[in-house]
């Protein structure tokens, strides 16, 4: 009798399940989940923003998507997007992209940002506690200016362009070679306690771009870090090894998480060392982890430190490995320095293929494209990184396989995100529930 009765649930709840009319079906697709490995020809269906059944049975929806012959993936995950306008997030979507963070340099202005995002983004969007701008503002000499511009955004909101434009270039620049006293830096610390109160990701400590901080103000951010509890995201001081191995010695001692940006421009031609090094550290139990972009040129703005000199040597490269990104062409001795006075983004021809294959095949790897701002002459990995990862790494040059491509560019980047971010543990993958 009891048992009848059961069986008499269960078909009823089948029936159920059989007639339920998903909003989204996606028919006939192979689903590849990256979490397990699942991979075969399914029905997914979807009710709201979550995925409730995903089954070989025909599934009824009011919207059927036909995806025979095609791969259903979850949408990538970009943990190192500058662009952050909906003109540059419509290119990410077009490349797989549904959550695209700022997590090098992080935002300026953390709350008033998220508010001006808040309905408007055709991703999803985050970042990190801006280091760089935040100990700029905190010196002393700082002080006024950084107040001018706090009531500035509080007047007129969040502006995406120009909300720093000239008025930061001009007053703050020049923080980037200063020393900080120990006032200064506890200010720093206090002023990022601010922002990971208002939903901050991690801290962004960018100090490739600010050689005047000293090893013993970087270690301090780290420690400021492990006692809140939040990962660093680092563009690692310098070019090659020492600057990474100042980073993962910081986080080691001071138990902090780290995140290596681009390992293949912080390493050049010796990528294998620091992929070695943070696969050893992860054996450890250490939560040390790195990301690539697939192109050999890298980009930035031509004002920036990196071009101090001795650039070319450091580099190993000349003025016409350097592209104006506004126009297109190489520069010379000659429109090097009329452009670094101006000011503006450059990109630079300084890697080889071979460090490329070996940062992207490395199973610590994650994919992440370090897009730049939208500029119809921006660096292509703006918009094209995680196509180029399947079309020439997955394909063409069969260097890693399509489940090892998809890891690095979903389940790998939100476990990377889950410690600051809970809903993450139900991105980048392709179950129930997801
Ligand atoms: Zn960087």
Redesign the pocket.
């Known amino acids: 009798m009891k048992l009848n009765k059961i069986l008499l649930i269960m078909s009823i709840s089948t029936v159920l399940l059989q007639s339920q009319t998903y909003d989204i079906v996606i028919k006939n697709g192979r689903v590849m989940d990256p979490e397990t490995g699942f991979d075969s020809v399914r029905n997914v269906g979807i009710l709201g923003d979550r995925i409730v059944e995903i089954s070989s049975k025909a599934l009824s929806g009011a919207i059927v998507v036909n995806a025979k012959g095609l791969v259903v993936s979850p949408g990538f995950i970009d943990l190192h997007a500058h662009g952050q306008t909906n003109d540059a997030h419509k290119y990410q979507a077009r490349d797989g992209v549904t959550t695209a963070l700022e997590m090098?340099g992080g935002v300026a202005f953390y709350r008033e940002w998220i508010e001006s995002k808040k309905g408007n983004s055709i991703v999803n969007y985050g970042g990190t506690a801006p280091h760089g701008f935040l100990r700029a503002t905190a010196m002393d000499s700082n002080l006024k200016i950084a107040k001018k511009m706090a009531n500035k955004v509080k007047k007129d909101g969040y502006k995406e362009d120009g909300l720093l434009g000239k008025l930061f270039d001009e007053s703050l620049a020049s923080a980037r070679y200063k020393l900080m006293s120990q006032k200064e830096i506890d200010r720093s610390h206090d002023m990022m306690d601010i922002y990971l109160n208002a939903g901050a990701l991690g801290i962004g400590v960018?100090v490739g771009y600010y050689p005047g901080a000293t090893a013993g103000e970087i270690f301090q951010v780290y420690e400021f870090a492990k006692s809140k509890d939040v990962p660093v995201y680092t563009?690692t001081r310098g070019f090659g090894l020492p600057g990474l191995q100042e980073a993962m010695a910081d986080a080691t001692t001071s138990g902090a998480s780290v995140h290596l940006?681009?390992a293949n421009s912080m390493s050049l031609g010796e990528i294998e060392t620091t992929l070695s090094m943070v696969s050893s550290a992860q054996k450890l139990g250490l939560d040390i982890t790195t990301e690539v972009y697939p192109y050999t040129a890298a980009s930035t703005s031509i004002e920036s430190t990196i071009f101090d000199e001795g650039w070319k040597e450091i580099l190993n490269i000349s003025y016409k490995d350097l592209q104006w990104e506004a126009t297109g062409e190489r520069l010379n001795s000659k429109t090097f320095y009329e452009y670094r006075k101006k000011g503006g983004i450059i990109i630079i021809h300084m890697m080889k293929p071979k460090w490329i294959t070996q940062g992207v095949s490395h199973p610590v790897t994650i994919i992440a494209s370090?897009g730049m701002p939208f500029a119809p002459g921006a660096h292509p990995r703006t918009a094209g990184t995680f196509s180029r990862i399947l079309g020439k790494y997955v394909r063409k040059e069969r260097a890693i396989d399509l489940m090892t491509a998809l890891k690095k560019m979903t389940i790998m980047p939100a476990k990377r995100l889950e410690m600051t971010s809970p809903m993450m543990r139900n991105k980048g993958r392709l179950q129930v529930g997801a």
């Open positions: 090098e960018p563009h940006v681009h370090d």
